[in-house]
């Protein structure tokens, strides 16, 4: 009983901890995406709300949470109430294999903790992959909940780009697991250690770079982002599939799509780009005879490469107008999931001919 | 369609370029120039404002002349002239002056006004002003519709140098309107 209360306990202290640094992340994504996106055009971004607008996110929050919640008259009560929910959780429950540290592990009366990834299960990437799909519903119930055309029609978009779009993220992947021999994330970013060569990006037998280029592609698809915001395509279907939704459960689904586009950058960080690696051997903290703050350097790493991701989404919206329906797909059959496949062919030969 | 573009020959350059993603580089290497160079073309509207051009053209006013007295002579052309009909003048004579006529009442609707300019162009005497002021945003639209008294307001706040006489500014001249207080009167 009480080895299950210390588990409980640790196992709530790393969710608290990692929801936090999440829900910290996504308050600073909102600021920082108007910031770049002003930035880049010439403008500002928000200036009013405290010094240089930094206090903009808590104003958006508290507006969020005291507008009125509207219930449209036709709407379906319980699906309407639940879609937001549906499409929060499985934006957040993904975090749970994320490494975001070395892989150390020490005891606490009798059970070993591993302090930087709150669940080591061994199969981690079909784990997020599948709960990434399971948000698509959140998206499309929604849309058909609202009883609106432009919702409906946003969530129909949705339920076709994420089959199409998931497909190749879950075969670009397919490469690193060759490679890594393992589906869990630990495994495969204690795997990418020693200099940046050795991160799947560049690996030895067979470089994982259209594989990367695949992944990037489709993680903007997935996450519902410029140029693929067909969903909530603004100029075309008012905001898409949360046309009908306003206060806190239109907050859930901007809270769901900036988790996901979190997700789906740490998840990039950790398969292709060697994770809380950095790209020397080793660390400088623990050169320097501090090697139980190593840790510290190696989360910056992590750091680093999730956010230069979360730079690439607000760049990519800051540069690129959306694509037509067609051209989505197209380039999604037509494109992507051939060389997804070719690339899972050829790392296969080069792993079977190294070995 | 997907086959015209298939059987559309490519040069290898142009085919390079498509699998490359030359374009949307070329795109987003503008974008992050902008970032990098970062002038912001935006002003802080409520905190800062940017400088008027001199022929600007803003809130219309009546103006009056040194001595405090009204410049309007009640001659209508200003409402002639307003192709939105924003002005009203009701003229009469100056009790006592029957050469002399002055506007009884002055309305101008600001909400049709499209600040043309070309009252301030028809009128004879240059009663009318436009100001520089153009934050005349309201709570109700009622608001907007002005009296001679209002615009008079504003002509003395935006107009603090004012004109003398037309009559002491000429002296030679003779003017129409004006009391001719040298001449006696013609007797009746």
């Not at chain 1, 959780?89 to 606490?108: K, S």
């Not at chain 1, 009366?109 to 079909?126: A, E, Q, W």
């Not at chain 1, 859930?252 to 994770?275: D, H, I, K, T």
């Not at chain 1, 840790?295 to 690129?320: C, D, G, H, P, Q």
């Amino acid at each position: 009983m009480t080895e299950l209360g210390l588990r409980l306990a640790i196992s709530l202290t790393q969710i608290g901890a990692i929801m936090g640094i999440v829900i910290v992340t996504v308050l600073l994504l909102t600021l920082a995406e108007r910031k770049v996106l002003g930035w880049m055009q010439d403008r500002m971004g928000p200036m009013e709300v405290g010094p240089y607008g930094i206090l903009q996110p808590f104003a958006d929050a508290i507006k969020l949470f005291f507008k009125e919640d509207i219930i449209p008259a036709g709407a379906n009560k319980l699906l309407f109430t639940m879609a937001p929910i549906i499409c929060l959780i499985p934006a957040f429950i993904g975090f749970a294999v994320i490494p975001w540290g070395p892989n150390w592990t020490f005891e606490i009366g009798g059970i070993t903790v591993k302090p930087f990834v709150i669940s080591d299960i061994n199969i981690g990437i079909l784990y997020i992959l599948a709960f990434a799909s399971l948000g698509a519903y959140g998206i499309i119930i929604g849309g058909w909940a609202s009883n609106s055309k432009y919702s409906l029609l946003g969530g129909l978009r949705s339920a076709a780009q994420i089959i199409s779009y998931e497909l190749n993220v879950g075969l670009s992947i397919i490469g690193v697991v060759i490679l890594a021999g393992s589906l869990s994330l630990v495994t495969i970013t204690d795997a990418q250690q020693g200099w940046f060569w050795n991160w799947y990006l560049f690996a030895f037998p067979a470089p994982q770079i259209f594989a990367f280029g695949v992944y990037v592609i489709s993680a903007v698809a997935e996450t519902n982002r410029v140029p693929f915001d067909l969903p909530e395509a603004e100029s075309e279907l008012v905001a898409g599939f949360f046309t009908e939704y306003s206060g806190l459960r239109f907050a859930f689904f901007f809270l769901a799509e900036y988790a996901n586009m979190v997700l789906v950058s740490c998840v990039a960080a950790a398969l292709f780009l060697g994770g809380w690696n950095a790209p020397y051997p080793g660390t400088i903290l623990e050169l320097l005879g501090l090697p139980s703050l190593a840790w510290i350097e190696n989360t910056m790493w992590f750091a680093v490469k999730t956010y230069s991701f979360l730079f690439l989404f607000f760049w990519l919206r800051a540069t690129l107008p959306r694509l037509r329906y067609d051209q989505l797909m197209r380039f999604g059959w037509k494109v992507l999931l051939p060389i997804a496949l070719a690339n899972i062919v050829v790392t296969s030969i080069a792993v079977f001919v190294t070995q | 369609m997907a086959s015209t573009s298939s059987t559309k020959h490519l040069s290898f350059s142009q085919w390079f370029k498509t699998i490359t993603f030359y374009e949307l580089l070329v795109g987003m290497k503008a974008t992050l120039s902008h970032l990098l160079n970062y002038r912001p073309i935006t002003l802080q509207y409520p905190h800062e404002k940017r400088t008027l051009p001199d022929n600007y053209r803003g809130m219309l006013a009546l103006l009056r002349y040194d001595d405090g007295t009204e410049k309007c002579v009640g001659c209508d052309l200003c409402e002639a002239a307003c192709p939105s009909r924003v002005i009203r003048v009701v003229s009469a004579e100056v009790p006592g002056e029957p050469t002399k006529r002055y506007s009884k009442e002055y309305y101008m609707d600001m909400t049709r006004c499209l600040f043309c300019g070309m009252c301030v162009d028809a009128c004879p005497v240059d009663a009318l002003g436009m100001t520089r002021e153009f934050e005349w945003a309201v709570f109700d639209k009622r608001q907007l519709h002005l009296n001679k008294q209002q615009l008079l307001a504003i002509g003395d706040r935006s107009f603090p140098i004012r004109e003398k006489r037309l009559e002491l500014q000429h002296p030679n001249v003779a003017f129409f309107n004006v009391a001719f207080k040298h001449v006696p009167p013609k007797p009746n």
